[in-house]
C-alpha cells in the first residue's frame, strides 16, 4: 500500500460525496466533519489509511460512505442493480458490536433506497443465515477475524471474496498488539493478493503510536502503490475526569477494598445523570457492586443492569437494549462494554478503581457524551488512598495526551501454521507465492526461509516427532505441487478451532431443571471455581444468588438460593497492571509531593499521607531511587520504589532475591506492586549504596531471570495455548461439553515433554520460550528499568516500622507468613491500629542517606 505518510495535500479533491448522499446529509441538516471529506477524497483516489478520532466523533460513516459513493458513481446511482455483490467487509474485535454497527450501516442505505444488503456473520450467526450466506455474500458483511478466516477456509472462497473493494478494520488499536491482530494481517494479505486494488482503512480512537500502527495494517508496500495516509479527527473531544474524595482517608491505604465506603457517593451520581455506566476491573467485582446498589436502593430494582463476559449472550443483549433505549438508570460493568456500542443516553461514567491505563480511562469516559460536540465526563471512585494520586496522574497523561502504544507481535508461528492450513482448505495454495503473499503482512516481513520450511514440515508432516501419527499430516501436496487438505475429518476440526482467543476452560450456568426457567443459561464460571464448591453451595452471577444443584459434563446447574450470602466468583485474567505510561505520571506526582506541591483536589486529600511519608520516611525525588530498610517480627525488609509497574517490579525482585541469596546464605520473598517491591529476608540485608548499584545491575539480567524463574514450567503453561493455535491440540466439538481444562493441560503437556525430548529445535519451543521472556517477564522493560536504575541516587532510609507506602507492600507480604492464626484482613486492620498510633505520637526517623 506504499508508504504510509500523514495525509496532507495529496488527498486531492473535497471529499464531496455522490449527490443522493450529500442531499441525505442536508436533510438532516447535518455538514460533514472536515476530517471525513479528507478520508472519503483518499479513498476516492485508492488509498489506504488509518482514521483516528475520539469515540462518537463519525468514524463509522466516515469509513462507510466512500464506498458506496463510489458504487453509486460508478454504476448509475440507485437502480442499477437488483442485488449488489459483496463491496465491504468490516472487521470488528466484538461481535457483540455486529448489531450496532449493522443498524448503523444500514440508515443511510434505506433511507436512499439504495440495492444494498448489510449482514453479519459471527459465531452466533444462525445455520439458516449461514447458509445462505455461502450461497450469496451481501453487499457488505460484519465479521470478525475468526468468521473472516473460516470464508478464506472455503474452496471457493477467492470467488466469494473476488468483489470486495475495501477493508474496514474498527477498533484496530484493540487487535494490533494481539494474535488476533496477527491474524487480520495475515488475512489482509491474501485478500490484497487476490486484489492488488483492495483498499484497507483502520479506525481507532485511543492510540499512541498511530504510524505504527497504519504501517501494520496496511502491510509492506508494494512498488508502485499508493501512499497510506493518516487522518486526525477536526476536533478534540471534551473530557472531564474527575473524583470522587472520601471524607477519611487512611493513613496507611492497603489493598483488598472495593470501594464500598463510597457507596452513598456514587448513588447520588448516579441519581443526578439520566443515564450511568459503572465500570469495574474485574467481572467479581461488579457482581459485588451490583449487590451493593441493590441493597442500597431496592426501589432501583429493574432500573440497574451489570454486564460482563461471562454473563449469557441473551443476557447481555438484553441490558444493552435497555441502555440504548434510556431504560436503564445504571449499569455495572467492565471491559465489555469498552468498545464501540453507541450508547447516547449514556452521560456518566464511573470508573470504581484505578483505571490502570491512559488509554482505557479515555476510552471508558467516552462512552458517556457519544455524540459530535457532547463533552464525555468521568468520575474516578477510589478503593484506596493512592488511588486518588493515579486518577490525577491519568487526568494529566490525558491532558497532554500522552497515550500508551499498542507493538504488532514478530511472527508468531503458531497463529502462521493455523494460517497455512487455512489456505490450504481454501483452495490451496503454491509454497513459493504463498510466502510471497505472508510476507507481504508486517509482522512476517523478517520471515526466513528456514522458518518457512519449518511451517511446511510442521502443517505436512508433523514435524520430525509425529510424523509417524496421521492426524498430524494435515496438509497434503498434490500432483501439481499445490499445498490442500484432502482429508474431511481435518478440515472440520480445523474449521472449528479457527481463532487465537485462549482462556480458562469456562462452564456454562444454567437453571436445573424444575428450578427457575429451566435449563436456560445463565452465564459461565471457570472451571476451578465449580471445583472448589460443593452442591448445596451458594454463589452470585448476574446479579442472583444461586445454589449449586449439580454438575454434568461442562455444565453446573443451579437453583436459586434462600441465604443472604454467597461467594463471589474470581474469573482468571481480571487484574492489570498500572501501564508504563501512567507508572510515569504516578511518579510526577510523587516526585511533585516531595517539593511541596498538590496541585488538584486529589493531592490535596493525600496530602496528610505523603506529609507523613516524609516525615518518617521521604518521597522520591527526579532521578532518587528510594530504599527502605525496617525489621519486624517477620525478618528484615527492603522496600525499593522505581515506579515501574507492578510486572517490571515482579521481575526485578526475582533477580534481587536471587542476587542476595548468592551474596550470602539466606531465604528470600518478594512482594510486589505498581509502585515498588518488597524483599523480606531472614537475615540484615545490606544498608549501603555500592552494594544495592550491584544488585540493580542491568548486566547478566537475561541469565539471572532464567535461574531465578521456573521458567521451563511457564513456558509448558505458554505452550498450551500455541499448540491449540497451531493445531497440536483441539477443544473438542461443540455442544459435545468440550474438554475439561486438566484434558487439555494433559495433553499439552506431553506434547511439551515430547517435542523437547525428540524435536528439541521445534520453533514452537523456541515461541513459547519467547513469549514467556517477552510478554510474561517482559525482559526488554526490565532491561530498560535496571539501566534508568543505574543512572540514578540510592537514597537509602533506615525506618522504625513501614512507612504509608511500604504499608501496602508490607500487608500483602502478611498472607505468605504463617506467623499468627489470626485472619489476614484482622491482623491487617490491627497493624493500622498501630501505625495509626505510632504516627499520632510524632514519631520522626533519621535523615535520609542520599548516596551515589
Not at 349 to 358: E, F, I, M, T
Not at 613 to 635: A, N, R, V, Y
Request: aromatic share 6%; charged share 25%.
Amino acid at each position: 500500500m506504499g508508504n504510509p505518510t500523514h495525509e496532507s495535500s495529496k488527498a486531492q479533491g473535497e471529499g464531496r460525496l455522490a449527490a443522493p448522499i450529500e442531499a441525505w446529509f442536508g436533510a438532516r441538516g447535518v455538514e460533514p466533519f472536515a476530517y471525513q471529506r479528507r478520508v472519503w477524497a483518499a479513498y476516492a483516489e485508492g488509498r489506504s489509511g488509518l482514521v483516528h478520532a475520539p469515540t462518537g466523533m463519525g468514524k463509522t460513516f466516515g469509513a462507510w460512505l466512500g464506498p458506496v459513493s463510489e458504487w453509486m458513481a460508478n454504476n448509475g446511482g440507485r437502480d442499477a442493480h437488483p442485488a449488489v455483490p459483496l463491496q465491504v467487509l468490516w472487521l470488528t474485535p466484538l461481535r457483540a458490536l455486529s448489531a450496532d454497527l449493522v443498524r448503523a450501516m444500514r440508515e443511510p442505505i434505506e433511507e436512499l433506497g439504495l440495492p444494498w444488503s448489510i449482514e453479519a456473520r459471527t459465531g452466533d450467526t444462525t445455520q439458516s443465515v449461514r447458509a445462505r450466506q455461502r450461497e450469496r455474500l451481501p453487499s457488505a458483511l460484519v465479521t470478525t477475524p475468526e468468521s473472516l478466516c473460516v470464508l478464506l477456509s472455503q474452496k471457493d472462497a477467492r470467488k466469494q471474496l473476488a468483489t470486495v473493494q475495501c477493508v474496514v478494520v474498527d477498533e484496530w488499536h484493540e487487535l494490533m498488539s494481539t494474535k488476533r491482530g496477527t491474524q487480520v494481517e495475515l488475512a489482509l494479505a491474501r485478500l490484497r493478493a487476490w486484489n492488488p486494488a483492495l483498499r484497507t482503512w483502520g479506525l481507532s480512537a485511543t492510540l499512541g503510536n498511530l504510524q505504527e500502527a497504519m504501517e501494520t495494517l496496511v502491510g509492506v508496500p508494494k512498488e508502485g502503490a499508493l501512499e497510506a495516509v493518516l487522518i486526525a479527527g477536526d476536533t478534540k473531544k471534551k473530557t472531564r475526569i474527575e473524583t470522587l474524595v472520601p471524607s477519611e482517608l487512611e493513613r496507611f491505604p492497603w489493598s483488598g477494598h472495593t470501594g464500598r465506603r463510597l457507596v452513598d457517593r456514587v448513588i447520588e451520581a448516579i441519581d443526578g445523570a439520566e443515564s450511568t455506566l459503572l465500570f469495574c476491573n474485574t467481572r467479581s467485582q461488579v457482581e459485588i457492586w451490583f449487590e451493593l446498589l441493590m441493597s442500597a436502593r431496592p426501589d432501583w430494582l429493574g432500573k440497574v443492569a451489570l454486564h460482563h463476559g461471562s454473563l449469557d449472550r441473551e443476557l447481555r443483549e438484553k441490558v444493552e437494549r435497555g441502555i440504548r433505549e434510556g431504560r436503564a438508570k445504571c449499569c455495572v460493568c467492565t471491559s465489555s462494554l469498552d468498545l464501540g456500542v453507541d450508547f447516547s443516553p449514556v452521560d456518566l461514567v464511573l470508573q470504581v478503581g484505578s483505571p490502570k491505563g491512559v488509554a482505557r480511562l479515555l476510552q471508558r469516559a467516552g462512552r458517556s457524551g457519544h455524540r459530535p460536540g457532547a463533552t464525555s465526563t468521568v468520575i474516578g471512585v477510589p478503593t484506596n488512598a493512592f488511588e486518588l494520586v493515579e486518577f490525577a496522574a491519568a487526568r494529566d497523561a490525558a491532558e497532554a495526551e500522552r497515550i500508551e502504544a499498542r507493538c504488532a507481535l514478530k511472527k508468531p508461528l503458531d497463529v502462521l501454521a493455523q494460517h497455512v492450513v487455512t489456505i490450504a482448505l481454501g483452495g490451496g495454495f503454491e509454497a513459493g507465492a504463498l510466502l510471497e503473499e505472508v510476507r507481504g503482512a508486517t509482522s512476517y516481513a523478517g520471515l526466513t526461509e528456514q522458518e518457512w520450511t519449518w511451517v511446511l514440515d510442521f502443517v505436512t508432516r508433523g514435524g520430525s516427532a509425529l510424523e509417524a501419527y496421521p492426524q498430524f499430516q494435515r496438509v497434503d501436496v498434490d500432483e501439481d505441487g499445490r499445498y490442500v487438505v484432502k482429508s474431511q475429518k481435518i478440515a472440520r476440526l480445523h474449521r472449528m478451532a479457527i481463532g487465537t482467543i485462549n482462556s480458562d476452560m469456562q462452564m456454562s450456568v444454567r437453571w436445573a431443571p424444575g428450578k427457575g426457567r429451566g435449563g436456560e443459561a445463565l452465564g459461565f464460571v471457570e472451571e476451578s471455581f465449580i471445583a472448589r464448591i460443593a452442591p448445596g453451595m451458594t454463589f452470585r452471577l448476574s446479579g442472583r444468588l444461586l445454589k449449586l444443584e449439580r454438575v454434568r459434563d461442562m455444565v453446573a446447574y443451579v437453583s436459586k438460593a434462600t441465604k443472604s450470602r454467597g461467594i463471589v466468583p474470581r474469573w482468571g485474567g481480571g487484574t492489570s497492571p498500572l501501564s508504563t505510561m501512567l507508572a510515569h505520571a504516578v511518579r510526577a506526582r510523587v516526585e511533585a509531593a516531595q517539593r511541596g506541591v498538590y496541585d488538584g483536589p486529589e493531592m490535596e486529600a493525600v496530602r496528610p499521607i505523603l506529609e507523613l511519608q516524609k516525615e518518617w520516611s521521604t518521597l522520591p525525588g527526579p532521578g532518587d531511587l528510594l530504599i527502605e530498610l525496617t525489621k519486624s517480627s517477620m525478618g528484615h525488609h527492603a522496600f525499593l520504589f522505581p515506579f515501574e509497574a507492578r510486572a517490571v517490579h515482579e521481575g526485578l525482585g526475582a533477580v534481587m532475591a536471587l542476587r542476595l541469596t548468592r551474596m550470602q546464605e539466606c531465604s528470600v520473598n518478594v512482594t510486589s506492586n505498581d509502585y515498588g517491591f518488597e524483599l523480606l529476608a531472614n537475615v540484615e540485608l545490606p544498608s549501603d549504596a555500592d552494594t544495592w548499584r550491584a544488585l540493580l545491575s542491568a548486566d547478566g539480567l537475561l541469565e539471572d531471570m532464567l535461574g531465578c524463574l521456573n521458567t521451563d514450567q511457564l513456558a509448558r503453561r505458554r505452550f498450551r495455548d500455541i499448540a491449540r493455535v497451531a493445531g497440536l491440540i483441539h477443544p473438542g466439538y461443540p455442544g459435545k461439553g468440550g474438554r475439561r481444562a486438566r484434558e487439555l493441560n494433559a495433553s499439552s503437556q506431553l506434547f511439551f515433554e515430547v517435542l523437547s525430548e525428540f524435536d528439541p529445535g521445534n520453533l514452537l519451543l523456541d515461541q513459547a520460550r519467547r513469549e514467556v521472556l517477552s510478554e510474561q517477564l517482559e525482559v526488554t522493560r526490565l532491561q530498560a528499568a535496571l539501566e534508568e536504575i543505574g543512572r540514578q541516587r540510592m537514597v537509602i532510609m533506615r525506618c522504625a516500622q513501614p512507612t504509608p507506602m511500604a504499608f501496602p507492600l508490607f500487608a500483602e507480604s502478611l498472607r505468605t507468613q504463617s506467623l499468627s492464626s489470626e485472619g489476614w484482613s484482622t491482623r491487617v486492620q490491627r497493624m493500622v491500629v498501630e501505625l495509626e498510633a505510632a504516627a499520632g505520637s510524632g514519631f520522626t526517623t533519621e535523615a535520609p542517606r542520599t548516596q551515589r
